[in-house]
């Protein structure tokens, strides 16, 4: 079975990014429609979704009546979605652990899931069941509205553009999961949740040292 097609918009959005990285986009510059849609041989409908994204991913900034503009700096926004994602999911671990400690087998599948795509060097797994790891346990929280803010991020786009953005080891991020498991495993719900805070904070580490043109570390 083939894997669904990659929608155009991610692509677009991708090449956006990277242009940003590249300096090709700098901070305040004003992202065109047309010519993006030029660039990429395609119709203004998936330019506009693809800014649209990137704009509630905190990359760009619109502005009634006069456009898109490169948002200044562009990773503050990523930050702030690693600070907002790591306190949810902290309080997310801590109503989980006391359902999912006695079986962390769906969990730890994912993790080995993350690990298998690693070896096959498949960004677009990898990012799959890792949606999947913490989707689960924002689930197992039993709170709808924690789930409903969460998934309000756009949590596969978020970790695909992570990707992008700070290229990690696939095998590395996978292995990051694993503390979040073993924690939950104990029953420690205070345990789990100060790991699940922290996950998040070391892709805010890594995304300051990107910045600061340092090389990334995990």
């Known amino acids: 079975m083939k894997p669904p097609r990659r929608a155009l918009r991610h692509d677009v959005r991708d090449g956006i990014v990277r242009s940003i990285l ?8 004003r992202l065109i429609e047309m010519q993006i849609a030029k660039a990429y041989g395609t119709s203004q409908g998936p330019v506009r979704e693809a800014l649209r994204e990137l704009e509630m991913l905190g990359f760009v900034r619109s502005e009634m009546h006069r456009g898109t ?19 949810l999911e902290e309080f997310a671990a801590r109503l989980a652990t006391p359902r999912l400690s006695e079986d962390v087998t769906a969990l730890q599948a994912e993790v080995d899931a993350m690990r298998e795509a690693a070896e096959r060097s498949d960004n677009r797994a990898a990012v799959e069941h890792s949606e999947r790891f913490h989707r689960h346990i ?12 969460w998934s309000s991020l756009c949590i596969s786009d978020h ?10 080891d696939l095998g590395v991020l996978a292995d990051s999961h ?28 890594m995304l300051a040292q990107a910045v600061d043109g340092a090389p990334v570390s995990a």
Do not use: C, K
């Open 22 to 29: 590249d300096g090709e986009y700098r901070p305040g510059d």
């Open 159 to 168: 970790t695909a553009l992570t990707m992008v953005t700070l290229t990690p």
């Open 178 to 205: 694993q503390p979040i498991v073993d924690a939950i495993a104990t029953g420690d719900a205070e345990l789990a949740s100060e790991v699940s805070r922290r996950h998040q904070e070391g892709f805010i580490e």
């Open 69 to 87: 503009y490169v948002r200044d700096p562009w990773h503050l926004g990523m930050r702030e979605l690693f600070q907002v994602r790591g306190a």
């Open 138 to 149: 924002v689930l197992a929280s039993e709170n709808q509205l924690l789930h409903t803010m």
